[in-house]
Structures are given as C-alpha cells and as structure tokens.
C-alpha cells in the first residue's frame, strides 16, 4: 500500500513538472517571437490583451491597453483593442495571461522556491482583487476625462498638469515596461556612462520611483505568486471582465473528484481560485489564467479544460 501511494505521488509530480516544463517552453517561445522584430520580422496588425511592454524597441504587435489609452487621447473610438480583449477574452478567457504574456513568465520563475510564500487569507484576497478594477478604472477615468476636456478651454491646461501622464496615463508606471525597455536601457547607459562619466546619466524622479515599483513588485511575486496578475494589473482586470464568458473553461467530475481531505488543485493554482466552491460543470472565473496547474495537480484526474 505505501508503495503504492509513493508510485502515485512520484507519478503526480512527474505529470506536473512535464506539464509546468511545456508552460514555460511556451511562455519563452513566445517572448522570443513577440519580440522578433530583432530579427528582422515585420510588426504585424495584431493588438493583445497582455502586458507587452510598449517601450519594447523589438515589439511585434501592439498591448491592448497601451493602445486603448492613446486611442482614446487621439480621439477615436477604440475598437481594436475593445475588440481584442472582446475576442480573446470571449474565446479563451485569460488563457493568453497564463501561457503568452511576459510579466506572467516573470512571476512564474520568482515563484518557484515554494518554501518561500505569503499567507493572504481568503477575505484580504477578496478585496485585494479589487484593486485592479481601481487601476484599470482611474486611467479611464483620466483618459476620457482628458478626451471630453480638449472640447473645452480647460483641456490644454489639464493635458499640461497631467504631463507624461496624459497620453497613456499608465504607461510611465507600467512595471511591465520598466522591466524589458527602461531597465536594460539603463543598464546599457549605466556602463556607457563607466567609460564617459555618469553626468551624462538621467535620472530622474519618474525613473525611480519606477525602479522602487519594479523592485517591491518582483520582491512580492517571489512570495505571493502572480501578485501583480491578482491584485493590480489593468490589463489582467479588462480581460477578467469578459472572461467570465469564456469558452474555454474548466470541468469538474464529482465522481472522480476525492475532494475531502484532498485541495491540491487549490493549493497549486497560482490566482487563488476557489475551484471547489464553484459550479463542477463549468468553470470560468474570471480569475482563472488556465495555466492549468490544477489539472496536472490532481491525483485523479478530476479536472478538464473544456471548450465551449
Ligand atoms: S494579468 Fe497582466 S501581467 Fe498578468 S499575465 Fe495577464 S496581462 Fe500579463
Ligand atoms: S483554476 Fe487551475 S487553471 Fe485556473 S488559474 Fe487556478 S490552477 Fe490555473
């Protein structure tokens, strides 16, 4: 009987590290070629709902925030990017979240020395996840406000006091941009500046405050994994509006399903889905990046990603 058990859980672990190994060979495939333009590949009309980093000077196609934003100061309506999150939000949730989008990538290798971890009680993470409905909320906020503004006298000066702010009101603070465009541009400056001397060297109060962000964020997510994806990313936040809708979701089967005693697919789900609370048949929380980390996790095989 003991062997037994030990062949199964050493069969469990081996399902799931396969699992978390394709993950993350498809999270790097896709870095690679959604910054391809390296080498030499034409950026092509596609706008997705993930955090790409709009400073990427390699970047391929465009991040549906980052273009909602400026659509929106440009005066036009934004479809494309409505469109994207509608579409991809409708077909597969935020699958692109769990499998494509590089700040996810980044949490995922933090996260991995599990002796290290942060309690949140489920009632902190209740009205933690809310916050990223704030943040999303506040740049539209500002966004259309800016936009209803320019029709009045006031718009110039209120375009002027929000400064950098005003195009894209969250792009000078995206930790996702500090970390792949603004970091590596210092970095390269920094050793520039070995050679020519630092007084060339700009830092300014935005550039700090960026690194402290980048800094606590990445110190987080080694203990809290996926914070930014739970609790303050925007773009997550668009996407978790209409996911709910999604095609793509998750099955239960009570059959198979031990459930007592058991909660390993709630202990590895990295967005702290309550997928025992939820309706077996289907489920599509809005919180669900379909990393698929429950599945793989399951000593049964209770739980499918099903589509529609
Ligand atoms: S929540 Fe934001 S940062 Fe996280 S994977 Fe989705 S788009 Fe990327
Ligand atoms: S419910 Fe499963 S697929 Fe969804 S985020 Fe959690 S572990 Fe990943």
Redesign the pocket.
């Known amino acids: 009987m003991r062997h037994l058990r030990k062949t199964l859980l050493a069969n469990l672990k081996s399902r799931f590290v396969l699992m978390e190994t394709a993950r993350r060979i498809v999270q790097f495939f896709f870095l690679i070629l959604l910054n391809s333009a390296i080498f030499g590949l034409s950026i092509i009309p596609l706008v997705l709902?993930?955090?790409l980093s709009s400073g990427l000077p390699f970047r391929i196609a465009g991040e549906a925030i980052s273009v909602l934003q400026k659509m929106i100061y440009d005066s036009l309506f934004p479809l494309l990017p409505l469109a994207s999150v509608l579409l991809f939000g409708v077909l597969t949730g935020?699958a692109?979240?769990?499998w494509?989008?590089?700040?996810?990538l980044i949490?995922d290798i933090l996260a991995v020395d599990k002796t290290k971890k942060f309690t949140i009680s489920p009632e902190a993470h209740r009205s933690y996840i809310g916050l990223?409905y704030f943040i999303l909320g506040l740049i539209l906020l500002i966004s259309t406000s800016l936009f209803l503004a320019q029709f009045s006298r006031e718009g110039r000066v209120y375009r002027e006091t929000l400064g950098l702010f005003a195009q894209a009101p969250f792009n000078p603070l995206n930790p996702?941009d500090t970390l792949f465009a603004v970091l590596p541009r210092l970095l390269s400056n920094l050793s520039i500046s070995l050679y020519i001397g630092f007084e060339h060297l700009n830092i300014t109060p935005l550039l700090i405050v960026r690194l402290i962000i980048l800094i606590a964020l990445l110190f987080l997510a080694a203990y809290v994994p996926?914070v930014?994806?739970?609790y303050l990313?925007?773009?997550?936040?668009l996407?978790a509006l209409v996911s709910r809708f999604s095609l793509l979701g998750l099955r239960r089967d009570i059959v198979r399903c031990i459930r007592v005693g058991c909660r390993l697919c709630e202990e590895k789900c990295p967005m702290k889905v309550p997928i025992l609370k939820l309706p077996r048949e289907k489920i599509t929380d809005p919180e669900c990046?379909y990393c698929l980390r429950c599945v793989a996790a399951c000593p049964t095989k209770a739980i499918k990603p099903v589509f529609p």
Do not use: T
């Not at 990313?233 to 936040?237: L, N, R, S, T, Y």
């Open positions: 709902p993930i955090l935020r692109l979240c769990g494509i989008c590089p700040m996810g949490q990223k996702s996926r930014w994806c739970r990313c925007p773009q997550g936040a996407l990046v």
